[in-house]
């Protein structure tokens, strides 16, 4: 019992306390004006019941104590439920995040299982821009690619576009960045040339030992991993599901500085 105890109090103290996690990484590609790119990126927050307005506050000044060139939010912003978000009006905290090139988000299995299209809208609102199977060129200097959640099909009957389709307008000369909520089938992003990828969704089991698990299913649970010429990251996140508990992964916020061929 107080073995018990002692690991849902040091567990939910973990959820208290990201850490920063730092990635420096080189893209081979030449790009107009600056040669450095600096990403922060936050996956998972589950903002509603658990992650409340402190959390959310807390985040956000995290995120531009960084000073980022800009913000990626990759999924599962909001938990199932969208009144809490509202009725604590987090949407406004989200709205001090500060970046120059903006702050991009991509829909994570959460805004679909709690209705995709209030959330986004209520996002959208407060600042937030999404990629919905969509890229967009940033500053003529590299193309971020967002791609659907996964689980689109499943609450919508409507299929998600293609790797290859969503990438057939995108010139691949200027450096790639791939949104993907769930990190399924990475050869795909290898195939269409993408650079980098980044994703979210597997807490890393989120308690030991269900990491085990998570590590059977995807590739690339957690953390780090070059395949070809493309780099992958997959975080761990920034919040819970279900239990504002995290025993053996602590939660982060993933500070990436890239830098492209001089």
Do not use: C
């Not at 790009?31 to 658990?50: E, Q």
């Not at 057939?168 to 000369?173: A, E, H, Q």
Request: charged letters at 20%; hydrophobic letters at 40%.
């Amino acid at each position: 019992m107080i073995l018990v105890i002692v690991l849902i109090i040091a567990g939910h103290i973990n959820t208290r306390y990201p850490r920063i996690r730092k990635l420096d990484l080189t893209i081979a590609k030449t790009v107009k004006g600056p040669k450095d790119l600096h990403i922060v990126m936050a996956s998972d927050i589950h903002l509603g019941v658990i992650v409340g307005k402190n959390r959310a506050a807390y985040l956000v000044n995290k995120i531009n104590s960084l000073n980022p060139d800009i913000i990626i939010l990759d999924g599962d912003l909001v938990d199932e439920d969208l009144a809490p978000v509202i009725r604590q009006n987090l949407g406004e905290s989200l709205k001090a995040l500060k970046a120059k090139l903006g702050v991009w988000a991509i829909t994570g299995n959460h805004e679909y299982i709690g209705g995709v299209i209030p959330a986004v809208d209520y996002l959208v609102a407060h600042g937030i821009k999404f990629l919905r199977d969509s890229s967009v060129l940033i500053d003529d200097r590299f193309y971020l690619v967002g791609r659907e959640d996964r689980d689109k099909p499943r609450f919508t009957g409507q299929p998600r576009k293609t790797l290859e389709v969503l990438m057939k307008d995108v010139d691949r000369s200027y450096p790639v960045i791939l949104l993907d909520h769930q990190p399924f089938n990475l050869s795909n992003a290898v195939a269409q040339g993408a650079d980098l990828q980044l994703s979210g969704h597997t807490h890393h089991g989120q308690l030991f030992p269900l990491n085990f698990i998570t590590d059977a299913i995807y590739e690339l649970s957690y953390g780090y991993k070059k395949i070809g010429q493309t780099h992958f990251y997959v975080s761990s996140g920034f919040g819970t599901w279900g239990p504002p508990m995290r025993i053996g992964m602590r939660p982060e916020i993933v500070d990436i500085r890239l830098h492209f061929a001089k």
